[in-house]
């Protein structure tokens, strides 16, 4: 049986961020559905933020300004605690970036760059042009690969096993061998990134299905806030490809076909640079109401920025738009709609990273500390997979120190959770007739796209309830097509749908419950905020095999709800 001190779940860069920052004296690995550089942080584009103070318009940044913004963004559903802890190490930590290599863009004078982006009262993201995630994600990696750290990539994990509230580890499944391994570890840090596909529109790579956070909490681990999804404003018309909102940090203005700079009707002094829940939803409000273009879109306008402008600091936006669109950014205005980005929900847990299991962690978007509450700041995104992988390694490796050699028995609970998951996909194979697995997955996108997006209301998300629980039934009648076993994407479907349906139920459930509008989540029925009512997390659990709904109160330190005027 494989066994490691410390096994963390994806290999983006708050898995690698967690692995480099737990103790090298321990057995430390990382298990990933992708080789590493191949995991969804490399389609972080615009920045990653810190009070640097290097921009001009900057200098009277700070940690706590920072912090402020962060929780005014939220909508003041963030735990003020973790976002002023999350802000006070930005700092140091973007400059711990820099010293392992991290090739940001610079000013005159060799300092990091640092730009405007959405809602922020300073330019502060720092950046590296259009690729600030790859490049950050490709140097954490080369640490990895200097510090000898055991990857596995190309393994899904299936099950997370834990006995008695304790982690005993978790069973895989291994796509070239076609088989399913037990691995034992004394503590598991999950850091598998968000769900974005479970969205029909969607700048989320095919791996991001929850899987990560479905295993937590069919482990019955809590998942907090699950309703908040955000929308990027602004992704490539028919293609969903990100267009980092560093276009509109450096200039890019939204018009309609009418030729309008429409912003100006909903966020009249941040403009384009609001946060991206009111922009996601002023440009499908103008597509809506008949002001977009045939088809669906508006425009983001880079042309008055000039090619020299648009090639140092966008350039892969600039070949994005040309290879996917047929449209140079240079001379022409680039078609836009939003789309599902980023999942500010996830697995519950404190500022030490830890979940309500003994040895079990995690970080990044799978988590839910909560730094970004009802809508995410950008360049928050990239800043917490540091942070907080760097808290995760460091707890999981305390953990691991002073656990022991974990529950007793950890083995054999291994072993016939392997044994259970072996059973379940031969079953699915004596099937001669059923429902093909991707027929569900794309049932699934739909619904979820159409009844629970941008705008909701009661009637549509009781529809999209129901229509979850129909497919959960409609599961139970799936059939596996194929018999090989090694690289099956057919195998991957089968056990991550459950994930993804378990979250698309307390999602909507959620949703439904939340009887307000709050960042991300807008209900057209209820479109004011209510704080009396709903200054509270939502939490869910898994209960004999049903979703229960419960809450949290909203941690507030100094910074009490106020109205956000943009």
Same mark, same amino acid.
Not at 422 to 442: A, D, M, S, V
């Given at each position: 049986m494989i066994s490691?001190?410390?096994?963390?779940?994806?290999?983006?860069?708050?898995?690698?961020?967690?692995?480099?920052?737990?103790?090298?004296?321990?057995?430390?690995?990382?298990?990933?559905?992708?080789?590493?550089?191949r995991s969804h942080s490399v389609a972080a584009q615009g920045g990653v933020n810190a009070a640097l103070g290097n921009n001009p318009n900057g200098r009277d940044d700070s940690p706590e300004r920072h912090a402020y913004d962060t929780v005014k963004g939220s909508d003041f559903l963030a735990d003020q605690d973790a976002a002023e802890l999350m802000c006070r190490e930005a700092v140091p930590t973007v400059l711990g970036l820099e010293h392992l290599g991290v090739p940001f863009s610079r000013f005159p004078g060799g300092v990091i760059a640092q730009r405007p982006?959405?809602?922020?009262?300073?330019?502060?993201?720092?950046?590296?042009?259009?690729?600030?995630?790859?490049?950050?994600?490709?140097?954490?990696?080369?640490?990895?690969?200097?510090?000898?750290?055991?990857?596995?990539?190309?393994?899904?994990?299936?099950?997370?096993?834990?006995?008695?509230?304790?982690?005993?580890?978790?069973?895989?499944?291994?796509?070239?061998?076609?088989?399913?391994?037990?691995?034992?570890?004394?503590?598991?840090v999950f850091a598998s990134g968000g769900y974005g596909r479970l969205f029909l529109r969607t700048t989320n790579s095919y791996i991001s299905l929850g899987s990560g956070i479905g295993l937590a909490f069919q482990a019955g681990l809590p998942v907090k806030d699950m309703e908040f999804v955000q929308f990027h404003p602004t992704s490539l018309y028919g293609k969903n490809i990100l267009i980092t909102e560093g276009a509109r940090g450096e200039g890019g203005v939204l018009v309609n076909r009418l030729g309008k700079r429409f912003m100006a009707d909903y966020a009249p002094k941040a403009m384009e640079l609001a946060p991206r829940d009111i922009v996601a939803r002023s440009i499908q409000t103008e597509i809506n109401e008949g002001r977009g273009f045939e088809g669906g879109y508006v425009h983001l306008d880079l042309t008055h920025l000039g090619k020299e402008k648009i090639q140092k600091r966008?350039?892969?936006?600039?070949?994005?738009?040309?290879?996917?669109?047929?449209?140079?950014?240079?001379?022409?205005?680039?078609?836009?709609?939003?789309?599902?980005?980023?999942?500010?929900?996830?697995?519950?847990?404190?500022?030490?990273?830890?979940?309500?299991?003994?040895?079990?962690?995690?970080?990044?978007?799978?988590?839910?500390v909560s730094v970004h509450g009802a809508n995410r700041l950008g360049g928050n995104s990239l800043l917490e997979t540091v942070v907080f992988g760097k808290i995760a390694g460091r707890s999981a490796s305390?953990?691991?120190?002073?656990?022991?050699?974990?529950?007793?028995?950890?083995?054999?609970?291994? %072993?016939?959770? !392997?044994? =259970?998951? +072996?059973? @379940?996909?031969?079953?699915?194979?004596?099937?001669?007739?059923?429902?093909?697995?991707?027929?569900?997955?794309?049932?699934?996108?739909?619904?979820?796209?159409?009844k629970a997006g941008i705008f909701r209301d009661r009637k549509s998300l009781r529809e999209a309830v129901e229509g979850v629980l129909e497919m959960r039934e409609d599961y139970g009648r799936v059939v596996r097509s194929g018999r090989n076993r090694r690289f099956s994407q057919e195998i991957v479907n089968l056990f991550e749908f459950e994930h993804s349906l378990e979250l698309a139920e307390?999602?909507? %459930?959620?949703? !439904?419950? =939340?009887? +307000?509008? @709050?960042?991300?989540?807008?209900?057209?029925?209820?479109?004011?905020?209510?704080?009396?009512?709903?200054?509270r997390h939502t939490l869910a659990v898994l209960r004999n095999g049903k979703v229960t709904l419960g809450s949290k109160r909203v941690r507030i330190t100094k910074y009490k709800p106020e109205e956000r005027k943009y």
């Amino acid at each position: 049986m494989i066994s490691h001190d410390i096994l963390v779940v994806g290999s983006g860069l708050a898995g690698l961020s967690a692995a480099l920052n737990a103790d090298p004296k321990l057995s430390t690995a990382v298990i990933s559905k992708v080789h590493p550089v191949r995991s969804h942080s490399v389609a972080a584009q615009g920045g990653v933020n810190a009070a640097l103070g290097n921009n001009p318009n900057g200098r009277d940044d700070s940690p706590e300004r920072h912090a402020y913004d962060t929780v005014k963004g939220s909508d003041f559903l963030a735990d003020q605690d973790a976002a002023e802890l999350m802000c006070r190490e930005a700092v140091p930590t973007v400059l711990g970036l820099e010293h392992l290599g991290v090739p940001f863009s610079r000013f005159p004078g060799g300092v990091i760059a640092q730009r405007p982006f959405g809602g922020a009262g300073f330019p502060r993201t720092c950046y590296a042009a259009d690729r600030t995630g790859q490049v950050m994600l490709h140097t954490l990696f080369e640490q990895a690969v200097k510090r000898n750290i055991t990857i596995y990539e190309e393994f899904m994990v299936t099950k997370l096993v834990l006995k008695n509230g304790k982690c005993c580890g978790v069973v895989a499944y291994a796509y070239d061998r076609g088989e399913f391994l037990p691995i034992r570890a004394r503590a598991v840090v999950f850091a598998s990134g968000g769900y974005g596909r479970l969205f029909l529109r969607t700048t989320n790579s095919y791996i991001s299905l929850g899987s990560g956070i479905g295993l937590a909490f069919q482990a019955g681990l809590p998942v907090k806030d699950m309703e908040f999804v955000q929308f990027h404003p602004t992704s490539l018309y028919g293609k969903n490809i990100l267009i980092t909102e560093g276009a509109r940090g450096e200039g890019g203005v939204l018009v309609n076909r009418l030729g309008k700079r429409f912003m100006a009707d909903y966020a009249p002094k941040a403009m384009e640079l609001a946060p991206r829940d009111i922009v996601a939803r002023s440009i499908q409000t103008e597509i809506n109401e008949g002001r977009g273009f045939e088809g669906g879109y508006v425009h983001l306008d880079l042309t008055h920025l000039g090619k020299e402008k648009i090639q140092k600091r966008l350039p892969a936006i600039r070949e994005i738009c040309i290879k996917f669109a047929g449209v140079d950014p240079v001379d022409k205005p680039i078609p836009i709609q939003p789309a599902q980005h980023y999942s500010m929900g996830g697995i519950d847990v404190g500022i030490d990273c830890a979940t309500g299991a003994a040895g079990v962690f995690a970080a990044g978007e799978c988590s839910c500390v909560s730094v970004h509450g009802a809508n995410r700041l950008g360049g928050n995104s990239l800043l917490e997979t540091v942070v907080f992988g760097k808290i995760a390694g460091r707890s999981a490796s305390l953990f691991a120190k002073g656990g022991g050699a974990g529950p007793a028995g950890a083995e054999k609970a291994l %072993r016939d959770d !392997l044994q =259970r998951i +072996e059973k @379940r996909l031969e079953g699915w194979e004596k099937r001669t007739e059923g429902i093909p697995i991707h027929h569900l997955l794309r049932r699934m996108k739909e619904l979820m796209t159409n009844k629970a997006g941008i705008f909701r209301d009661r009637k549509s998300l009781r529809e999209a309830v129901e229509g979850v629980l129909e497919m959960r039934e409609d599961y139970g009648r799936v059939v596996r097509s194929g018999r090989n076993r090694r690289f099956s994407q057919e195998i991957v479907n089968l056990f991550e749908f459950e994930h993804s349906l378990e979250l698309a139920e307390v999602i909507t %459930r959620g949703a !439904l419950r =939340r009887e +307000e509008t @709050r960042g991300s989540h807008f209900r057209t029925d209820f479109p004011k905020r209510d704080d009396k009512r709903w200054l509270r997390h939502t939490l869910a659990v898994l209960r004999n095999g049903k979703v229960t709904l419960g809450s949290k109160r909203v941690r507030i330190t100094k910074y009490k709800p106020e109205e956000r005027k943009y």
